[in-house]
């Protein structure tokens, strides 16, 4: 069966520092990967999208970027955080089947909070 | 507009209670919809995928109008178990990203 892995679980981190969040997923091959935040009291929001190693596409400009090295490692990165970064981080999984896509599959998520 | 609307909720019912979620999509080429529910602090879990021509999973039943671009979730027989928030969760014309409604909270008391 697939897993999907998100670490770390929270995080606290000073403005101005960098981030790394890593995302993981088992039991799979070249699945879609995304990278979505989710603001308290709101919905979620798409950040990357990923079809395959060294393909990203952003949603939305920003100070994050993502990286995906290998098949199923998605990383979410930013080098100066700001406090409008704080927020619920969900890696999600799914297959690609054809022209669309099947259920997206969540991670455990990252609590980031940027004080 | 937003891409996905949901009822602003919250919705308060008895145990035991029928409770109805409505949700409308702007976008008309849209091919896949979902209902997650997602507890407080945790990540969004599939509910059930949401078909044409309605299907129904236990004490949940999902219809779908295209012609109105609506969704809606009903849920009978109402558990403390089903407090939660739903999301009604629609797929874009791109097919490689979903997009999500803000939810719906749902308390289910004793």
């Known amino acids: 069966s697939q897993t999907i892995h998100q670490w770390p679980a929270t995080l606290v981190q000073p403005v101005g520092s960098p981030l790394s969040l890593e995302c993981t997923v088992e039991g799979t091959s070249n699945p879609n990967l995304y990278w979505y935040r989710q603001a308290a009291g709101r919905g979620l929001q798409l950040l990357f999208y990923s079809v395959g190693i060294g393909q990203i596409s952003s949603e939305v400009p920003q100070n994050l970027s993502a990286s995906r090295p290998q098949d199923r490692q998605f990383i979410l990165s930013s080098k100066k955080l700001l406090l409008s970064d704080s927020g619920f981080y969900l890696c999600?999984?799914?297959?690609?089947?054809?022209?669309?896509?099947?259920?997206?599959?969540f991670g455990p998520g990252t609590r980031l909070t940027v004080l | 507009r937003k891409e996905v609307e949901q009822d602003p909720g919250p919705f308060n019912v008895p145990e035991g209670a029928t409770v109805a979620f409505n949700c409308t999509y702007s976008n008309s080429a849209s091919q896949s919809f979902f209902w997650y529910r997602q507890d407080c602090r945790k990540e969004p879990k599939l509910l059930m995928s949401v078909y044409s021509s309605g299907n129904e999973d236990g004490r949940f039943t999902a219809q779908l109008n295209r012609a109105s671009q609506y969704i809606s979730l009903l849920i009978r027989d109402s558990k403390l178990s089903d407090s939660a928030t739903y999301l009604c969760?629609?797929?874009?014309?791109?097919?490689?990203?979903?997009?999500f409604g803000a939810g719906t909270r749902l308390t289910v008391k004793p």
């Open positions: 969760v629609v797929n874009t014309a791109n097919n490689n990203d979903m997009r």
């Open positions: 999600a999984w799914s297959v690609q089947k054809g022209n669309s896509t099947d259920t997206q599959y």
